[in-house]
């Protein structure tokens, strides 16, 4: 079963509109240029890449049209990333995934305010491209993407012209010149890594003077434990989620690995459970509160980020 219809299923995201009414969180949209041109991406880990070892591997770039459409819309080596290229394309899909990334792309301009657009991004786990897709259509121009799946990359060609480049998280380097980054992204990748300290390391290896890494994640506490209990919770059906936490475990990760943390959040959506994840977002809703900054409540968003900042 794919994000989306999961989604659709739990009564998070209805399948012609879009997110339901069901106390979502809704942002103002960010602006799309008149002639958009690239999209996103997500990936992770990958122990049999064919990447040739110790030896960085750019993807070319993609063939003539008729090649590219024998890609399919799903990289079924990719266990990592479950989602269908045509379910995060179609108009709901899209919908949901400017929700979902919506306060990543809040938090970039935050920290960079006019530097922005000429930031230099380095998108870590690139899954279909989507990801860099937006940060194009915001106006982002030097954008680069790494991800261990080649055919994961193919696809996500079709959604984005950034500069993209096969390698492993915990490849001793990665194929990109260190300290040469403004941000790195790593968006809902480290929970499917066997040791995600990797990952906090070698980014500081390529970030410049005052550059960021924003880090998202499941959000790893009480509620998200009670996913498996039956008829309660929502089973998280991504096997490969080895490493989900609560936020302190990843506070305290970032910190011993020489980061201060700029910022951190809890959103996207009430989840986890049944029934009293849309009892509260109706409350909320009620009262025009924001489920993701009251306590208690934000403990069933679904994503944990954090903003980070090699420590002086």
Partial sequence: MTPLLYLQRAGLVNSQNGPARNGLYRPKPFPVPQNPSRPLQAACYNPSSRKVPGRPHVVPPPAPDGKRAELPTRDEKNA????????????????????????????????????????RLLDVGIGYGMFLKFLEETGLSDLHGMDPFPDSIGIARRNTSARLAEGDITDPAWPFERNSFDAITCLDVVEHLSEPAVFFRRAHDYLRDGGIVIVTTPNGGLPYRMRSIPLVGFRDRNTTHINVHPPAWWRRLALENGYEIVDEWKGEYLTHIRLIPKILAALCRLLRLDHRRIPVVNAFEQSYGMVLRAAR
Avoid at 83 to 92: H, P
Avoid at 106 to 118: D, H, K, N, S, V
């Fill in 80 to 119: 990592t990333y479950i989602a269908d290229e045509d379910d995060l394309r179609s108009a709901a899909g899209e919908k949901f995934l400017r929700m979902k990334y919506s306060g990543r792309l809040e938090r970039l301009r935050a920290y960079f305010g006019e530097r922005y657009p000429g930031i």
